[in-house]
């Protein structure tokens, strides 16, 4: 032991994760090797956080003993924004908490203002922000599908996932704008009608996201060394996600098919086919299948609106100011990472009362000390990668 | 056969000697650097580097000159609680073995700086040391990423090392010497069943994977990057490092492909010779032909080096470990058995 690491130790009062605090073995009783756990820290700033949430966690050699995520790092006060900001705003905002997510997001909020208005959306509206709804699925998914290879070090499918994210955006952006944040949703409707030759360019993007989606599962899911890192990794057992209230891509992995397009149909969901992709271990690889068969259900929802898409009016006649009744929602959709919640109050005025939201990564984030818990350091990554959150979404 | 880096004088050939192989050295590992970011770029649907040139040429050829100019910019940070002595020497430690090997391996009919009889001996004994630079850094880190790193790559390295040995033991076996010179020269006169000329690398294909598996894992190459994992323990024993020393742990990763791959050439691919049973005219023009034709063998196996960085996911440590001691040593000691076996049947 070098000296200054020794006299750190000697002094006494080491921190957990202080440096020396690592390099203390002792040797006592009968020659036996008395090892203590290492406390670590794993983030803020940490690659398999993918953002700042932090774990701090206890290793026993490389074996995790206990984990406790530590979330509050990119708090942003995004509910307490809301009460200060009228619905057009709020819609803005709410694209910002789970980035990538943000059209769901923003739907989520428009169909609570709506109901609470008990507004008629024009059809053609409510099939167009279907249609982009299960386009940003695809962007979100494909993000998580590029990052959880990353993790596992396998660099390419990243840069192969941010083709088709490019092709995306590029489409998303000619008719709504914006590459992450769209604000494309509007109470009562939507900005603006598709531009000329969206209908085309989605036609042609939808077999090519497609074929390459079964590009990744030849790179990874058929890789031996993907199935020897996440099979049986991190299996999360279906009463306890239902405990945790864990949904999306993690909760269907278990062999749990909830899913509010279907038990609770908005939009059009209730008109279009819309498969939920289960699968039986809920471990990594499962979670991980779940997704990319995601991708493919959300290609066919995409060509059942485009077959179906009606002419007419994109948004419903609504008055230049826009104020909710006074009363309660609480609207749930599905949103890529999982169950989205939006509690809006209204005291009738332009600005909610309060406006509570329910996102999903916060309680897929819960079940991390659940499932580290005794596997190995290696396989966190393994773990963390596949519950897919975005750690604005966990904090808000 | 002499080296023709001999001179009269033995300290104008001493420093010749020396010359060389830090300039190879140096720019063996930037050609492999460069190749691999552009070969991997390609793989990986976009460019790689493409502005820095060096003159006219553009195509990103001077980006890692570029790299290394910056890195000696950089300020040396030394953390607080890090053991300045060992921190500091711990990326030279790392660096010598892999310039040491070079010394015993042989480009081409008279272009090696030394033909030692125990050349393969000291080869391999030489790459064992990069681990103790290795356990240096991620111990005077004081950083438990770090410490982790080190410690992964010292299980590694010891079950790694038996494979590479063994691999090595039993080429030396048919070759009936361990002096590099004098496999790469057998080699050549090996003929199968009396009349095919081969290479080692055909009756031995096994131990040829064995050595290029175990060579890849001792480099701590991905799916064996386990010691360096950037996404779980982030970068290992690199964490704390900046600089000028950051720069020497990434050029002995580089060099150490050109070396094991230049070992791999010799040991198994023929090294000099173009193709199985060929003669080489003797003089300048041979050296330069043998020379060209071992740089093309070695730039080929770091390619296969990339090509599986770009494609595999990592490993995990303990699965490599349960691989290297259920698979790949018993492989390694049954394939020995097999060679001496054969080697006194048939003489």
Known sequence: ????????????????????????????????????????????QHPATHGVLRVVIDVDGERIVGAQPVVGYMHRAFEKLAEHRDYRQIIALVNRHDWLSAFCNEVGVALAVERMMELEVPERAQWIRTMMCEWNRI??????????????????????????REDIQHLMESATGGRLHFTYTRVGGLKDDLPLGFLKASEELVPVVRRRNQEYRDLLLGNEIFRARTKGIGALEPEVALDYGVSGPSLHATGVAEDSRVTEPY?????VDVAVPVARNGDSYDRFQ??????????????????????GPISAKVPKQIKAPEGAIYVRTENPLGQGGYYLISDGGKQPYRMRMRTPSFNNV??????????????????????????????? | MESIFTFDSLLFTVLVKVLVIVAFFFVAALVVGYLEHKVMGHMQDRTGPMEAGLGPVKHGVGQLVADGAKFLQKEDIIPRSADPWVFAL????????????LVVIPFGPGVWAENLDLGLFFALAASGVTVIGVLMAGWASANKFSLMGAIRDAAQLIAYELPLVLAGAAVALQAGTLSLVGIVERQNELLLFGAVPVWYGIPQFVGLGLFFVAAMAELNRPPFDMPIADSEIIAGHMTEYTGLRFAFFLLSEYAGMVVLSALATVLFLGGWYPWPGAELPDGPLGAVIGTVVTLAKIIILTLLMTWARATFPRLREDQLQTMAWTILIPLALAQIVVIAIVIVVLP
Do not use: W
């Open chain 1, 1 to 44: 032991m070098s000296e200054t690491l020794a006299s750190e130790t000697s002094a006494g009062g080491v921190l957990p994760g202080a440096p020396g605090e690592a390099l203390q073995v002792e040797v006592r009783g009968e020659g036996e090797l008395q090892t203590q756990d290492m406390n670590l820290n794993v983030g803020p």
């Open chain 1, 139 to 164: 962007m979100n998914h494909l993000m998580f599908v590029s990052s959880f290879g990353l993790e596992l070090g396998a660099i390419t499918p990243m840069f192969y996932a941010f083709r088709e």
């Open chain 1, 267 to 271: 939009l059009k969901y209730d008109e």
């Open chain 1, 290 to 311: 779940v997704l990319l068969d995601r991708i493919d259900a959300s290609c066919d929802i995409i060509e059942q609106c485009l077959a179906n898409l009606p002419p």
């Open chain 1, 366 to 396: 819960q079940m991390i000390p659940h499932l580290l818990q005794g596997e190995l350091l290696s396989d966190m990554v393994a773990i963390m990668g596949s519950v897919y959150f975005v750690v604005g979404d966990v904090d808000r």
């Open chain 2, 90 to 101: 711990a990326p030279g430690v790392a660096l010598v073995p892999t310039l040491t090997i």
